[in-house]
């Protein structure tokens, strides 16, 4: 690698931000070349975020101060709604940049269905239609050769990466997906909100959106990819006393198939990818397997109701739910080795 | 109240064991006669449980040391498997005295399923046929009368309260009850076990006994008898980092009816019931709201997926999951109002 | 008890506010008149709190709505500096009242002391000169006829009631006292801070004001009251990943006294009480121990650095640190029994 | 590096010994060529550690059955105690080998002061005598040609490197140290004891060794090399509930020094270094900042009371307090750049 390539990120003030800075810091074939955060524009990082005390970063600037002309890609950890147009004026500074972004605005093929679950008509709905969904596993061919890659929220990577295959090879019921999910804190985001103060969310559960979550769509959306048709999903999500993890329970009802069907079609789906691995039969998924990397791992379980079956997948929701997937596809797309910068172990205790 | 009642606490070194001790120590119509943990005979309770330090108790005996001609009731905090043998003593040294067991040794109405799901015949069977199952909303007229009552489990009675009253009345398919079931880590025990240390179990989240729990049988003896035929549950439980509390989400099939049917149908079991509290339209239940306390919160819920609902009941699983309940099953026992001792407020945060 | 009294509790949405409501919603002799939180006028406390979900609780008014007229008591839980104009305005309205005021406000004796650390001049001086210092066990005589009570918070209470009693009888150098202080999450407040977000501060332990916390000022104040000198502390807090709690590790050099002179002092100063108890010689004062109960625990260890010793004092920081020392105060003011109401057992796990 | 180094690690099922597999794992110049746990023999470390489920590393195996002269170092995290007569038996098989240990049983100089805090004599003396502490900051020259290297623990690392170039530069009082410890619960290490279950630790502080603990003969041990006289400090450790970190604060009196004059001694000492750093002066040490790196912070700041000022250094208990350390040292005696393989960024949240 001769020439580094120059990253911005975009919202480096967020969890999302924060863990794309940790990753690119480390990636052997990239420069941090701008930081943003319009609130701290001026600010070092190490006043936003402490832990980066020993790191020489750029300082903190406004995105608008970015000179986009020198950037070869951009990670983009922006709320949605916000997200959408500072994209299309980055690609329209420089239209050759790779966009990475971790917002949801970009994930929702459909402009009826993005107006539906975020309330306002998409700002941007050439990009819309530009953008390819960055499940990568999933889009590999598209992901290579985009320019603008809407990455997959936390809890739709876990339940697509379980169900996808089983739904694809018709071995379950598309019409009948229950998926019961728990997210750690970090999902809720950095905002200031009196739910997720630590006195607040410490010792104890909550489920909230239940049945109602927007990430539902994108679950929707790729099953019924994987379909040819539509489907409503249940999905319940719950907030559980831990800062990073995500792990999806999905209830099953099986069209005729065995658990070691499912098992089979995970594995001949996953057999030879790096991050996602199916578990032995005595394996448990659990968040601390991956907790600061990004693997996935996915385990299929026996239902005692006949003709059901539970497949449970866990991640990191920062990581591979998050900043990781986006620097698995800029690895795709800027041709490099896809883990590369990627091969942390999970941080366990 | 002229005279107080003599209540022992076997099993005094247990989580079940010390809340009961919590609860009984303020009950007005109670004095704690004796407690029993046989590996720790002779030490002060202080000694075992520090935070008893500024309370006059007994000093810890073997169980075998009590006068139990001398005692008017017993809470039983023991392991399953060990429980039945000791109460099977017990009764036989004071038959009047009034028995309230934590276990699960006397749950299971039917011997061939006990021996099913523990493993080895059960060794007091005249007393597992004289057991009355003490789940106090739905059994108050055969608890009231009885000598040896099976306290549910936490599990259990947060699944059977949330669910009961919906198949009685036919409103959902008992033959689809997806129960999804998190749980602090006091549900594990206070034995020592790698997976329940500080380090494996924060910052984490487990499923374990996927689909095949043990208390997943005393929730399809309940809603059988309930229905009056034999049902099969998924009952999958999830290890949560906090101490205590415990929350079920149920995915339910509607049998035509319509969430509002379901809301209604639990108003009328439990709208006079000082413990069980239907949610209001815009309450989530979670676990915070009952830690320490002896309260249930049930929400129902529109699931997006046609003709299907999700109910959810949360509960402290060492005060009504299990010491509390005793209590209460006691103070019907007596006579005496059912909240008595147990009027304790949730501890928030 | 004839006729219940009225107290108002002003700042239910805070903390300290709240656990004054769990602890007054169960007290014998005593009716939750009104609850204020202007920021929340007009919901219902579930609404605030959601733990409160099954107690019936007067509606969240304004604290000008407020007949203060027919209150007989009030303890305000309002943050320091907008305290003391509201507390005149209320002891104005109902000259009779009696205030047991949680905040800074009228904690410091001198109104040179109180603009120095507070940063303005007292806005009710008249009131600052009459309120009595309200730890319990060292002002009990000055309490008992009080109209206004500023009670100590959580910091100096614990430290006072390890220290004081050594300073006085002259056992330990009043001019080297180092305090070293860990406190749960509660003590930071309900405000919406970065640092008190669970992902933010679970998992980590941060120092804060180290050497300068407000709260010195107390204890330097109330130190010098005992030793008839002017003193200067170093207290050093620490934020520790809990929800409640508060221990002192104090850090003393002996004038030639010994360990037993230490704990022969303590004996003395609480051998009667019945909620700062001295820790036996093998036992080890920890937070857990007096969780949601209004027990100090204090315990006296032996340095390895000639002449010194270490002093340690454990306390839940919303009830002996704040509203379990108010209401005990309350108690002696209308002559009750002072335990009245506080009598609950610390909650473990 | 054309031929990679094979390193083995005994005691492979413990907390430092995995956090030396995770590193190791990405170490570029070396291979993982054995793990033992005699109590796991046989199994993958993916059985004792799930959350190496997607590494390919060596089956345990018993340290008996490492043939050792096919080793080029060793990374030892057995108990203390166990581990003398274990590298002794290794070095005896293999005297080139480079042994990192991280046991205390090499750390004390002086035999007396072993079989005072240790409770019995040494039992590989000439070892005792050769071993270098591999406080790596402070022994360079010492480690470089070393063959087996006492890693201190992580108390005395932090203590040490906050203190020794205090009290070196005379800066400091020596004899009047106060360092207050706090621990995450993987210090305590990964055997079953009953006060670190989840349920027992969680949402408490404890205090614990008050003023004793074992690690407090190394802080004095190196203290004296650095001012030529015996010295007795105090150290009080704290469990807090957090899985890693490591935070000290000292209480330290001034030998007419200022605040400026401490930072400006450590400023020398550590300005050239990678891994410790000397906070600015608004910047407060907290483990969040370097929860799984091989960092350590330190931050000066006045005390109120004359003549005092406090010092903090906070750092990872598993990584610069164990496994990172051995491995620092691991670079510097095979002549690898030192921070080779130990470039991970603190995971935060």
Not at 77 to 86: F, R
Request: one cysteine or more.
């Amino acid at each position: 690698m001769s020439v580094k390539k120059k990253v911005a990120v975009l919202g480096a003030s967020g969890y999302t931000g924060s863990d794309a800075i940790r990753l690119l810091a480390r990636h052997p074939n990239v420069v941090i070349s701008a930081l943003t955060a319009n609130a701290h524009a001026g600010k070092a990082m190490g006043e936003v975020f402490p832990h980066f005390f020993a790191l020489d970063l750029p300082v903190l600037t406004e995105w608008e101060a970015v000179d986009w002309a020198k950037q070869d890609a951009v990670v983009c950890g922006l709320p949605h709604g916000a997200t959408q147009e500072i994209v299309a004026a980055v690609l329209s500074a420089n239209p050759a940049i790779k966009v990475l972004d971790m917002s949801a605005d970009f994930r929702l093929r459909d402009k009826a269905a993005y107006a539906h679950w975020y309330g306002h008509e998409h700002r941007a709905l050439y990009l819309q239609g530009e953008a390819v969904y960055g499940l990568t596993e999933l889009y590999r061919p598209k992901i290579a050769p985009a320019r603008l890659i809407a990455c997959p929220g936390c809890y739709p990577t876990a339940a697509l990466l379980a169900l996808v295959p089983l739904v694809k090879a018709g071995l379950v019921d598309a019409h009948d997906l229950v998926i019961d999910a728990k997210s750690g804190m970090t999902g809720a985001g950095r905002g200031l909100k009196l739910n997720t103060l630590f006195s607040e969310a410490g010792e104890g559960l909550s489920p909230y959106s239940i049945g109602t979550h927007r990430h539902s769509s994108e679950i929707e959306q790729e099953i019924g990819v994987a379909t040819g048709t539509t489907v409503t999903v249940n999905f319940t999500p719950h907030l559980v006393p831990m800062a990073r993890g995500e792990l999806c329970t999905c209830y099953v009802r099986l069209n005729g198939a065995t658990v070691d069907d499912l098992r089979a079609a995970l594995e001949r789906a996953y057999g030879h990818e790096p991050f996602v691995h199916l578990a032995k039969k005595d394996e448990i998924p659990q968040t601390r397997n991956v907790r600061g990397s990004n693997h996935v791992q996915i385990g299929v379980f026996a239902d005692r109701i006949n003709g059901r079956a539970i497949v449970i997948a866990t991640l990191d929701n920062l990581v591979k739910g998050s900043a990781g997937q986006a620097i698995q596809n800029m690895n795709l797309m800027f041709g490099w080795p896809e883990a590369t910068g990627l091969e942390q172990i999970a941080l366990f205790p």
